[in-house]
């Protein structure tokens, strides 16, 4: 059965301010850049939460690969484009009733009630045609690898062959392998998920 946009949208509103826009539930992402920011590392990940840039990580470290839940894209992609939509869901979650906190995180109101959808209106379009749009995620070949995604894959290139002689890389949606035969350099790898933060040399 095929959701009504208007609710669809309103289940991505709640799905997306929870997994992007609330900090996360504990230390972890901190903890770790406390080991590594004085190394020399790059992170190369397929989780699509922002957690990395919330916790400060050198934005020009960073390589996720899959998409942002921050991001909606056209249907097709083939705009190449990508567009921010924290303002469209904090309107959408308070179409449905959430309240602002005084943590500033959305709440259920004091009577609990809650509407399932967003009104027509709020239904996000592309600020470029008015055209339908869709999460920046990679689930097929429409999948929009934009500006931001070309900058960051360059950065990873050129961390790798400053580094790294004669190595191989794979991508998936649900994993990333790297492997690599090398001499001179060893390589430590930790991971969180589905991520791998690879180091020049170990430290643990």
Not at 26 to 46: A, G, H, R
Not at 79 to 94: H, K, L, Q, S
Not at 106 to 127: A, F, N, T
Request: overall charge negative.
């Amino acid at each position: 059965m095929r959701l009504d946009p208007e609710i669809s949208w309103a289940y991505w509103a709640r799905y997306i301010y929870i997994n992007r826009y609330m900090a996360a539930p504990k230390s972890v992402y901190n903890e770790l850049l406390d080991l590594i920011k004085e190394k020399d590392y790059f992170v190369i990940t397929t989780n699509v939460d922002h957690q990395f840039q919330k916790a400060d990580f050198d934005k020009k470290r960073l390589f996720y690969t899959q998409g942002d839940y921050g991001l909606f894209q056209t249907l097709d992609g083939r705009n190449g484009r990508t567009y921010d939509n924290e303002e469209w869901v904090m309107r959408a979650m308070e179409a449905q009733g959430f309240v602002m906190g005084a943590d500033g995180v959305y709440q259920i109101p004091e009577d609990g009630k809650l509407s399932m959808e967003i009104p027509h209106e709020l239904i996000p379009k592309c600020p470029d045609d008015g055209s339908a749009v869709t999460m920046n995620l990679r689930a097929d070949d429409s999948f929009c690898e934009d500006e931001g995604w070309y900058n960051a894959s360059e950065q990873y290139s050129k961390f790798l062959y400053a580094r790294v002689f004669g190595f191989g890389f794979f991508f998936s949606t649900t994993s990333i392998n790297f492997y690599c035969k090398i001499n001179v350099i060893k390589l430590k790898f930790s991971i969180i998920k589905n991520t791998y933060i690879i180091f020049e040399k170990t430290f643990i």
